[in-house]
């Protein structure tokens, strides 16, 4: 994305369109709660001028994942269009596009056959156009390099030549839209072009808060240290007497369930944003903390401790239960426990929250970065009192979401403070904002004990699972839910005849979101730890042992897990099946990769884990080594089986990046409460990994096939973690069961 | 009080507190948004710019410092996106979601007028103070390394 181009929903809906060709009279109304059938209305995403200028819509958000680079790329290469003449526009948040939510990792995958339906269905289109024009069949047409051809007489005519034509031509139901034969398609495990690439190397690219509107003010927001508190009293005098500053405006409470709504406080209006933030020092506010201000991090995991160790009764629900795991441990030979603890993180993007909006004759545009632009219309509306169709969200480059950017509380500040001061605002979150004032990534504690028989067979696991539940933050509950325990607990491949998992009560004191890998996270660092725990218990190695607790390669049943449903991350079982096949590959692979069987005679000191999430399986193998320093990381193998991709080149991007996310995580990341308020405030005390902390070679490889396509975003984070403390205890002797790891090694 | 500052070679009189982070006066006041606001206590590197070819952090920088001084930006440091640093940046894909790399790429071409032909070592030292969330890192180096030809 280049400087912005502010793209009025009018320009997509009205007379901007009248000389478009395809698109003309073709864009639908779909009622507020119809799933529309996309494909059936091409116009949306595709159009096509008379002068072969070919728009692609992004209908999902660019937060570095490329799906810029890929999604249109798709489209395009169904339609038969040629890159070089298409211009990508991105899409306002609109219902008339589908889901748009940008997280769970599922802009391809959730999309990848309606993408291409819908380039099919224009290309139909095309044909049937010049086919009438030449008066032959269309099956004797093809499409391809931006024009239709008609090979028995060597006739070819753009598409621009065609657009008018084949806008009146009728549009393909779905189930008549024929698909490309897959070998034709150029962009399946390509190696595509990174379209903002130029822009972002100039400083060119927009981002949320490079959006200037006339007589704009910057906001920016005092808000209660503890969430859910409120302002008592507050006294803006010395505020207002900062130069540059124009307003004070005290927002609403917060009210539960906190959901997407601002968290209140005081905002400083400012001509800069430099007035804006001294604005808000000189504030003098008193708070009322409210009843979160109980929340201490040390008490609230000796609590969750306590509660793995003898909750009973209504404070814990059994979510997984095969054989009788209980009573096969009280006999077993061997016992192998151990209780693991995870801390809160914040997302920090690089680039702090930050929207700005105008709100003018009960109608509000916003721009915002948003991986989630339909929520920020919705709650704007909300906030506002004014219908959605008076709303309109626009979408910029994102610097980074992580998840964050998924909740719009960012945009309706905006929103409510550019109807009350009557300018357009930018509401720019400082860092120390951003840290504060996250959905936090939950806080954890498990519990596992493994029985071993004589033959040293593992014959039962005992899974006790604590953390307060992303539901929280939206209904109050406050045990995990199934959409958390499939991450990692409820859907593990375990070869074991008694599996027991319950789930404790663990009420939430702060905002809990959803961060990039979400509960895998935490459920994976544990579970492959005490797996390679298990193997030093059996004396065997690591590899072997792991590969045995997943058992031999099958498809594995609901039964088998022993639960009644899996989410499964939204998708059918039968298309995404639990594949332990997929899982040996991948595992066996990183272990090729790494030399894992020469690692003692090569004395290195490797950890491996692996894990399915996303519908994708990803195995890592980390390498550490002692230096005067401390622990360094050395060396980092990640092998991934995501299914088809588009792009990838961007797929091996992000499980490049997400190793290094992820060890940034597993190293120093730690959110901790006092009093209710978050104790860390920026890069200094929440620490993110640095380049001379990254290793100096991450192997990535993406087996690229033709199967049903996994996320790719997220699946790469959680192995890195466990793989981490493994080889950490490889080198040292010492387990890792506790993160971030700096609070008990010392991290060069 | 109005000053006078020289931005990729041009003259820009502004009427700011000369005490305002150069951050801030770039980004909003003279316009120019290629350099970013990540921290605002030189923590992250994102609003790294050059004064007289030396990189410094933006956001922890008065305005009064550069005064009678060469700022260039990220927008600056090159008409066209030829720096050698920009190119080896698009060859290698090296961005994601790219809000840190002007960040990045400053203090990298501020290593390299320095240094032609850094090592991996003084490559790391010099960008200890960038971050990237993305986890970009070691295309990063080798981007580096591209353009110094190394």
Same mark, same amino acid.
């Given at each position: 994305?280049?400087?912005?181009?502010?793209?009025?929903?009018?320009?997509?809906?009205?007379?901007?369109?009248?000389?478009?060709?395809?698109?003309?009279?073709?864009?639908?109304?779909?009622?507020?709660?119809?799933?529309?059938?996309?494909?059936?209305?091409?116009?949306?995403?595709?159009?096509?001028?008379?002068?072969?200028?070919?728009?692609?819509?992004?209908?999902?958000?660019?937060?570095?994942?490329?799906?810029?680079?890929?999604?249109?790329?798709?489209?395009?290469?169904?339609?038969?269009?040629?890159?070089?003449?298409?211009?990508?526009?991105?899409?306002?948040?609109?219902?008339?596009?589908?889901?748009?939510?940008?997280?769970?990792?599922?802009?391809?995958?959730?999309?990848?056959?309606?993408?291409?339906?819908?380039?099919?269905?224009?290309?139909?289109?095309?044909?049937?156009?010049?086919?009438?024009?030449?008066?032959?069949?269309?099956?004797?047409?093809?499409?391809?390099?931006?024009?239709?051809?008609?090979?028995?007489?060597?006739?070819?005519?753009?598409?621009?030549?065609?657009?008018?034509?084949?806008?009146?031509?009728?549009?393909?139901?779905?189930?008549?839209?024929?698909?490309?034969?897959?070998?034709?398609?150029?962009?399946?495990?390509?190696?595509?072009?990174?379209?903002?690439?130029?822009?972002?190397?100039?400083?060119?690219?927009?981002?949320?808060?490079?959006?200037?509107?006339?007589?704009?003010?910057?906001?920016?927001?005092?808000?209660?240290?503890?969430?859910?508190?409120?302002?008592?009293?507050?006294?803006?005098?010395?505020?207002?007497?900062?130069?540059?500053?124009?307003?004070?405006?005290?927002?609403?409470?917060?009210?539960?369930?906190?959901?997407?709504?601002?968290?209140?406080?005081?905002?400083?209006?400012?001509?800069?944003?430099?007035?804006?933030?001294?604005?808000?020092?000189?504030?003098?506010?008193?708070?009322?903390?409210?009843?979160?201000?109980?929340?201490?991090?040390t008490?609230y995991h000796a609590a969750m401790s306590d509660s793995l160790r003898s909750a009973t009764g209504?404070r814990v629900h059994s979510a997984r239960k095969k054989g009788d795991a209980l009573a096969t441990l009280s006999a077993a030979a061997k016992k192998v426990e151990a209780e693991y603890h995870t801390p809160?993180?914040?997302?920090?993007?690089?680039?702090?929250?930050?929207?700005?909006?105008?709100?003018?004759?009960?109608?509000?545009?916003?721009?915002?970065?948003?991986?989630?632009?339909?929520?920020?219309?919705?709650?704007?509306?909300?906030?506002?009192?004014?219908?959605?169709?008076?709303?309109?969200?626009?979408?910029?480059?994102?610097?980074?979401?992580?998840?964050?950017?998924?909740?719009?509380?960012?945009?309706?500040?905006?929103?409510?403070?550019?109807?009350?001061?009557?300018?357009?605002?930018?509401?720019?979150?400082?860092?120390?904002?951003?840290?504060?004032?996250?959905?936090?990534?939950s806080t954890s504690a498990q519990r596992f004990v493994a029985g071993l028989d004589a033959e040293n067979r593992v014959i039962a696991w005992h899974h006790r699972d604590a953390f307060?539940?992303?539901?929280?933050?939206?209904?109050?509950?406050?045990f995990g839910?199934?959409?958390e325990l499939q991450q990692g607990v409820t859907d593990l491949p375990l070869a074991i005849p008694n599996v027991l998992v319950e789930v404790c009560e663990a009420?939430?004191?702060?905002?809990?979101?959803?961060?990039?890998?979400?509960a895998n996270i935490y459920h994976a660092f544990a579970a492959q730890t005490f797996i390679d725990e298990i193997a030093h218990a059996r004396g065997m190695d690591p590899v072997d042992n792991a590969l045995d607790i997943i058992g031999p390669p099958r498809i594995v049943s609901l039964e088998e897990l022993g639960i009644a449903?899996l989410?499964?991350?939204?998708?059918?079982?039968?298309?995404?099946?639990i594949d332990t096949a997929r899982h040996h590959r991948v595992l066996k692979r990183a272990a090729e990769?790494s030399r894992w069987s020469a690692r003692k005679s090569e004395g290195r000191a490797l950890g491996i884990a692996v894990h399915r999430s996303?519908?994708?399986y990803v195995a890592v193998v980390i390498a550490v080594k002692s230096?005067?320093?401390?622990i360094?990381?050395?060396?980092?193998w990640?092998v991934?089986?995501?299914?088809?991709?588009?792009?990838?080149?961007?797929?091996?991007?992000?499980?490049?990046?997400?190793?290094?996310?992820a060890?940034?995580?597993a190293l120093?990341?730690?959110?901790?409460?006092?009093?209710?308020?978050?104790?860390?405030?920026?890069?200094?005390?929440?620490?993110?990994?640095?380049?001379?902390?990254?290793?100096?070679?991450?192997?990535?490889?993406?087996?690229?096939?033709?199967?049903?396509?996994?996320?790719?975003?997220?699946?790469?984070?959680p192995p890195v973690a466990p793989a981490l403390g493994n080889a950490i205890f490889a080198l040292t002797g010492t387990r890792i069961r506790t993160l971030p790891i700096a609070r008990s090694e010392?991290?060069? | 009080?109005?000053?006078?500052?020289?931005?990729?070679?041009?003259?820009?009189?502004?009427?700011?507190?000369?005490?305002?982070?150069?951050?801030?006066?770039?980004?909003?006041?003279?316009?120019?948004?290629?350099?970013?606001?990540?921290?605002?206590?030189?923590?992250?590197?994102?609003?790294?710019?050059?004064?007289?070819?030396?990189?410094?952090?933006?956001?922890?920088?008065?305005?009064?410092?550069?005064?009678?001084? %060469?700022?260039?930006?990220?927008?600056? &440091?090159?008409?066209? @996106?030829?720096?050698?640093?920009? +190119? =080896?940046? !698009?060859?290698? $894909?090296?961005?994601?979601?790219?809000?840190?790399?002007?960040?990045?790429?400053?203090?990298?071409?501020?290593?390299?007028?320095?240094?032609?032909?850094?090592?991996?070592?003084?490559? %790391?030292?010099?960008?200890?103070?960038? &971050?990237?969330?993305? @986890?970009?890192?070691?295309?990063? +180096? =080798?981007? !580096?390394?591209? $353009?110094?030809?190394?």
């Amino acid at each position: 994305m280049g400087r912005i181009v502010l793209l009025r929903r009018s320009f997509l809906i009205g007379a901007g369109l009248a000389a478009a060709g395809l698109a003309v009279g073709a864009v639908p109304a779909f009622a507020e709660d119809a799933k529309p059938i996309l494909e059936e209305h091409p116009s949306l995403f595709i159009q096509i001028a008379p002068d072969g200028v070919v728009k692609i819509v992004c209908h999902r958000s660019e937060m570095g994942q490329g799906i810029r680079s890929s999604s249109p790329a798709l489209i395009a290469d169904e339609l038969g269009a040629d890159m070089a003449k298409v211009v990508i526009v991105q899409a306002d948040g609109d219902k008339k596009y589908g889901d748009q939510n940008t997280d769970g990792s599922h802009s391809i995958r959730g999309s990848y056959d309606t993408l291409r339906k819908i380039g099919a269905a224009a290309r139909m289109m095309l044909v049937a156009a010049a086919a009438k024009k030449w008066g032959v069949a269309t099956s004797a047409c093809v499409a391809h390099d931006h024009a239709v051809h008609h090979p028995p007489t060597k006739r070819s005519l753009g598409f621009g030549a065609l657009a008018e034509d084949a806008a009146k031509m009728p549009v393909p139901k779905s189930s008549a839209i024929a698909l490309r034969p897959t070998s034709e398609l150029k962009t399946k495990n390509a190696i595509l072009p990174l379209v903002d690439g130029p822009a972002i190397v100039t400083g060119r690219a927009t981002y949320g808060a490079d959006v200037r509107l006339p007589n704009m003010l910057v906001a920016v927001v005092a808000r209660p240290p503890v969430v859910g508190g409120v302002v008592a009293e507050y006294d803006a005098s010395k505020a207002l007497a900062v130069p540059g500053v124009r307003k004070v405006i005290k927002l609403p409470d917060a009210t539960r369930p906190f959901g997407f709504k601002p968290l209140g406080g005081v905002a400083v209006l400012a001509a800069h944003t430099w007035a804006a933030m001294r604005g808000r020092a000189a504030l003098d506010i008193t708070w009322n903390a409210g009843e979160n201000a109980s929340y201490e991090s040390t008490a609230y995991h000796a609590a969750m401790s306590d509660s793995l160790r003898s909750a009973t009764g209504a404070r814990v629900h059994s979510a997984r239960k095969k054989g009788d795991a209980l009573a096969t441990l009280s006999a077993a030979a061997k016992k192998v426990e151990a209780e693991y603890h995870t801390p809160h993180l914040a997302h920090v993007a690089m680039e702090p929250l930050v929207a700005v909006a105008k709100v003018e004759n009960g109608t509000c545009e916003c721009w915002a970065p948003t991986q989630n632009p339909q929520a920020a219309r919705t709650e704007v509306a909300k906030a506002l009192g004014i219908g959605e169709d008076k709303v309109a969200v626009h979408v910029t480059l994102l610097g980074g979401g992580f998840g964050r950017k998924s909740k719009p509380d960012y945009v309706v500040e905006a929103a409510l403070l550019a109807k009350e001061a009557r300018v357009p605002v930018r509401v720019q979150w400082t860092r120390e904002d951003d840290v504060r004032h996250d959905y936090y990534h939950s806080t954890s504690a498990q519990r596992f004990v493994a029985g071993l028989d004589a033959e040293n067979r593992v014959i039962a696991w005992h899974h006790r699972d604590a953390f307060p539940s992303i539901s929280s933050t939206f209904s109050g509950a406050t045990f995990g839910g199934e959409g958390e325990l499939q991450q990692g607990v409820t859907d593990l491949p375990l070869a074991i005849p008694n599996v027991l998992v319950e789930v404790c009560e663990a009420k939430a004191m702060t905002r809990i979101g959803w961060l990039r890998s979400v509960a895998n996270i935490y459920h994976a660092f544990a579970a492959q730890t005490f797996i390679d725990e298990i193997a030093h218990a059996r004396g065997m190695d690591p590899v072997d042992n792991a590969l045995d607790i997943i058992g031999p390669p099958r498809i594995v049943s609901l039964e088998e897990l022993g639960i009644a449903s899996l989410p499964n991350y939204g998708q059918p079982l039968s298309e995404h099946p639990i594949d332990t096949a997929r899982h040996h590959r991948v595992l066996k692979r990183a272990a090729e990769l790494s030399r894992w069987s020469a690692r003692k005679s090569e004395g290195r000191a490797l950890g491996i884990a692996v894990h399915r999430s996303f519908l994708t399986y990803v195995a890592v193998v980390i390498a550490v080594k002692s230096s005067p320093e401390g622990i360094r990381v050395d060396e980092a193998w990640i092998v991934a089986d995501p299914g088809t991709t588009v792009n990838i080149e961007r797929v091996r991007a992000q499980f490049e990046g997400a190793v290094v996310f992820a060890l940034g995580h597993a190293l120093f990341g730690e959110i901790t409460m006092k009093g209710g308020a978050t104790v860390q405030s920026n890069f200094r005390d929440f620490r993110i990994l640095r380049i001379g902390q990254t290793p100096r070679v991450i192997h990535v490889d993406v087996i690229a096939n033709d199967g049903p396509s996994g996320g790719v975003g997220e699946p790469g984070v959680p192995p890195v973690a466990p793989a981490l403390g493994n080889a950490i205890f490889a080198l040292t002797g010492t387990r890792i069961r506790t993160l971030p790891i700096a609070r008990s090694e010392t991290i060069a | 009080m109005t000053i006078r500052l020289r931005v990729n070679g041009e003259t820009k009189e502004v009427d700011v507190d000369p005490e305002m982070p150069l951050l801030w006066v770039l980004r909003d006041v003279v316009g120019l948004a290629g350099t970013k606001y990540g921290c605002g206590e030189a923590l992250c590197g994102a609003c790294t710019i050059h004064i007289d070819g030396e990189a410094i952090r933006s956001c922890v920088t008065p305005a009064r410092r550069a005064i009678d001084h %060469d700022i260039t930006t990220i927008e600056g &440091l090159s008409k066209d @996106g030829s720096h050698p640093l920009q +190119r =080896a940046w !698009v060859e290698l $894909a090296v961005p994601q979601c790219g809000f840190c790399q002007g960040g990045h790429i400053m203090t990298a071409a501020a290593l390299l007028a320095k240094r032609r032909k850094p090592t991996d070592e003084e490559i %790391d030292a010099s960008l200890a103070g960038n &971050l990237c969330r993305c @986890g970009t890192y070691v295309r990063i +180096r =080798a981007a !580096v390394k591209k $353009a110094a030809g190394v």
